[in-house]
């Protein structure tokens, strides 16, 4: 932008973290072991504080992932527009606002003009009806809509999430679900504000207040969809019937139950690289590490129902398990419950917070070729190290698997 | 501004897997600066050389061919460009020389990269693309007319939203094009500042 020279337009209205660079261990400065990292956070905080933006850098108490703490701010508002340059902007789409990932191009963009050009997506909506049974999650809900639909599923559309199970969710849930709505090939995913929505944002430091609050209110009740609104695609999926999911391959599309196997027509590229053959049982694959973290699943409820499995219980010998908190926030709110003694004494190693070893972040990866199972969103080839083999699944199953070594079903240890 | 784009004949270069991600096209490891060059050496670095820290090319993967070696365009599956948001894997293609990708569908955020920086994301059915590979020969990817074409003279149309195609003919910088709007930009702003005031935050003290 200085090159071509020109401005922010309104600096109030964007702002700036360090999350995927910055180092995740504890006691961290601006050293990474990201090549050039220490320059790309040198450079941002120069850049933003040239043009006046807020910068939640790393050592301010409010840093964290982009997409958990824009939330915790309320930033993120039932109704605003908000875009940031990566994928998972849509885990926002949670709050009712229309929020979606573009490239560095677009981001110039909007910081530029204050306006995005867009073409209209189509719209689509995924419908949950009944109840989730125990130990399956949001992340199980998501993994079983890829699976079923492809990971270009959701192609040409935005998606609303709804129904019973959707409605039952809460807030931290709602942005799981929509956090993967961009491993679906959708723009977006979004789900209607509620009384939920509203009461999870009251009080947070950049939403409305006062006459403000009500005003804002009276517009956001308006938002949701008519109920004989029409979408261009539906999807039903029965929640009731859904079991957790665990990701078999190099795709999240390539997902699965715990108590399944891998499929019969599995691309013979796919079985080379994650070194499982087809009909092999998924439960009871021996793992080397467990991570729980990401814009995924590193929230505060994220990480209870994890520490609820692992209260009391060792990992399994030899393992390495990393808890990577979601937002300086979320970390200090897990120990003021001390849920990081749980962690630490099951074996986990307590992070401070970023966006880690989800894809190399702060430089870091695991060991090449390791097993790993893995709450975050992209089980690519190489994602989280050379060779690394991604077994994607929701935090329950994530802490069940480091309890057995190996991928485990969570309902068998609750 | 992006080179502006006519038309590309070339060898196409097979890549016919499904969900191509951007983490294969450009991986983190292979993003070392602030900048937008010197990306294209490390292009699909994962599959493009053996062991994880060298450069010896490995001959199993198809761009290591050398009679893709001038290919300006990409021949894929499902979903081309799924993933990371990376700008950087755009970067990488159009900096080895790539005009055009073609395959059955696009992830959002990678097509629309393409557009900004010169690349066509072209987008034909399953039948098209293993027609194309089938034949081994040379295509020619015409924008105006929206046509692909082998020399025996089959010919396919694909799709594309018109202000891309405006843009990708001229090479048009889309922020230029929006500011030219500029007035009519603050005008919304200024009622929807009145009617949703909550969404204009004021300056931090």
Known sequence: MAAAGRKVADPARVFAVTDHIVDTRPGRTDQTLMPGGQAFITETRAATLAAGIRLFDVTDPDQGIVHVISPELGIVLPGATLIAPDSHTCTQGAFGALAWGIGSSEAEHAMATGTLRLKKPGTMRVTFAGVLPAMVTPKDMALALIARHGAGGGAGHAVEFAGEAVRALDMEGRMTLCNMATEFAAMTGMIAPDEKTFAWLAGRRYAPSGPQWEAALAQWRMLASDPDARFDREIGIDAGALAPMVSWGTSPEQSAPIDGCVPPDAPQRVLDYIGLASGVQLKGTAIDAAFIGSCTNSRLSDLRQAASLLQGRRIAQGLKAICVPGSSQVKREAEAEGLDRIFIEAGFEWRESGCSMCFYAGGESFAPGARVVSTTNRNFESRQGPNVK????????????????CLADPREIA | MARPFSEVTSLPLPLLRDNVDTDQIIPSREMKSTGKTGLADGLFAGWRYIGTSGREPDPAFVLNDPRYAHSAVILAGRNFGCGSSREHAVWALAEYGF????????????????????IVPVVLDAAAIAAIAGSGGPITIRLAEQDVSLADGRRWTFAIDAEAKAMLLDGLDAIDLTLRQAERIAAWQGQDRAARPWIYLEKPA
């Not at chain 1, 991604?390 to 070594?405: E, K, M, N, Q, W």
């Not at chain 2, 005009?99 to 010169?118: D, H, L, Q, T, W």
Request: glycine fraction near 8%; charge should be positive; include cysteine.
């Open chain 2, 99 to 118: 005009r055009a990708v073609i395959a059955e569908s696009f992830a959002p955020i990678f097509a629309g990269n393409c557009v900004r920086n010169g």
């Open chain 1, 390 to 405: 991604t077994h994607i699944a929701s935090p329950a199953t994530v802490a069940a698997s480091a309890l057995a070594g």
